[in-house]
């Protein structure tokens, strides 16, 4: 008897351990989610990109009773791999939101063409005519539109007036927070001046700036005149002394004024707080950082400006999320998909993510409740929206992800200590002799 009692609590444990392991699979096929009107939506982000998608797909759901949505929700970092996979096992998602970074690679293959959907309905003309140029650009195939875009961001330097202020203490002098109008010697001179070292041994307890990532740097790289590709997007430009320029002044900045710490120098801190705590003055960064700062001793008090010019205008890299329909799905589930897509593109919707503040919505006409909610016309919300005019995309194709690789790498080659450092010149030539460069773009013009 015993033995039977005790079989059975191995049983009732060992289905209990099932259930959980296996509760997403268990409810997609038998829970209520998984009806005849069911739609899977996978998307990635933090718990507050959770909390927005969660808000609109209630919303949704009070206005579209009978579709009801499955949310599937994945870290970034392994969000393609997921997706791979599913994509191969034929098992993926209805709808899915997707980076335009990407994008070229899965489109054709894997996503509706949109544009009839868009034709037939009697709002949507009007929706994605109001949508910024470069979110509408960021989702083609040629003359396909297989991706709507929901939001997006560009980046700009962020300025923690504290710093500024201990600057100007240690210093005696006023070190004033830049304008937007302002250039690289500016900014490498506000740099040098905002770099302390206040007990003298050699070691600042202060930086002037965190050293950007290679495509939070690209602005940098076009005020020097420099491009990646040309407007063809199929043949390597960066080279000659424009590149080497912006190569230059990222090693710069690292070794020869030492005005951003290595990753020893704010070790035990990330970026957020290395930025916040003072560590570091300013910072390249996009929307996605206001609500952070916004919850701290920082809200309402720091500063936002664009990039400064060099040889040519300082201008902002801009980067979209859209949704796409899976196009392995039944034309019955993609029009039931289409109604939640194109609800992410309504006021409501909209409305929402300009209330998060981590994105600035697809469609322009939301942009002044953007800056609205964001604090007003001096605000850094303000400060997003006004860049977006003079916003560039970054120069995507298909070789996007190898070629992002590859320039991350040789980027930072110039900022290596002892041997394995190398001079611009040389990382800029070898960057463009990579096989990936000459193989997807026949070399350097």
């Not at 991706?147 to 923690?160: D, K, S």
């Not at 690292?254 to 070790?267: G, N, S």
């Amino acid at each position: 008897m015993n033995g039977w009692i005790s079989k059975s609590i191995w049983t009732l444990l060992a289905l209990g351990l099932t259930a959980w392991l296996f509760a997403d699979t268990l409810r997609h096929h038998f829970g209520a989610a998984a009806g005849a009107n069911a739609i899977r939506f996978a998307y990635w982000g933090g718990y507050q990109d959770h909390r927005i998608w969660s808000e609109i797909v209630a919303e949704f759901n009070r206005r579209e009773p009978g579709i009801s949505i499955r949310q599937e929700w994945l870290p970034l970092s392994g969000y393609l791999t997921k997706l791979d996979q599913q994509f191969v096992a034929g098992d993926a998602p209805d709808v899915v939101m997707f980076q335009d970074e990407p994008f070229p690679r899965y489109a054709r293959q894997h996503f509706v063409d949109l544009a009839p959907f868009i034709a037939a309905d009697a709002d949507m003309p009007q929706r994605t005519a109001d949508c910024w140029p470069t979110a509408i650009a960021s989702f083609r195939d040629g003359e396909s539109l297989r991706g709507l875009p929901v939001h997006g961001g560009n980046v700009l330097v962020y300025c923690n007036p504290d710093a500024f202020a201990r600057a100007s203490r240690f210093h005696g002098r006023t070190i004033a927070m830049p304008d937007n109008d302002w250039s690289i010697e500016q900014f490498v001179n506000l740099c040098i001046d905002l770099t302390i070292d206040e007990n003298g041994d050699g070691e600042p307890e202060q930086f002037g700036l965190l050293q950007p990532h290679w495509v939070y740097y690209l602005p940098f790289i076009w005020a020097h005149g420099a491009t990646l590709l040309d407007e063809s997007r199929s043949h390597w430009t960066l080279t000659g002394p424009a590149a080497v320029e912006s190569f230059q002044l990222y090693a710069d900045l690292r070794h020869r004024f030492r005005v951003t710490p290595t990753p020893l120098e704010y070790a035990g801190q990330n970026s957020d707080t290395a930025f916040l705590s003072s560590r570091v003055a300013m910072c390249v960064n996009g929307p996605w950082y206001m609500p952070f700062l916004n919850d701290t001793h920082l809200q309402g008090r720091y500063r936002v400006v664009g990039i400064p010019s060099g040889r040519a205008p300082g201008t902002t890299r801009v980067t979209w999320d859209a949704l796409c329909i899976n196009s392995a799905c039944t034309k019955s589930t993609q029009d039931r998909a289409w109604r939640f897509v194109r609800f992410a593109m309504s006021d409501e919707a909209q409305l929402i993510f300009a209330r998060s503040q981590r994105a600035i919505p697809a469609r322009k006409s939301m942009g002044a409740k953007f800056v609205d909610l964001g604090g007003g016309e001096n605000s850094p919300a303000a400060a997003f929206i006004a860049a977006m005019g003079s916003a560039r995309l970054q120069p995507i194709t298909k070789h996007w992800l190898p070629m992002d690789s590859v320039v991350r790498r040789h980027l930072l080659s110039v900022i290596l200590d002892g041997d394995a450092r190398r001079t611009a010149e040389q990382a800029v030539s070898a960057l463009a002799n990579e096989p990936i460069i000459k193989q997807s773009f026949g070399g350097s013009r």
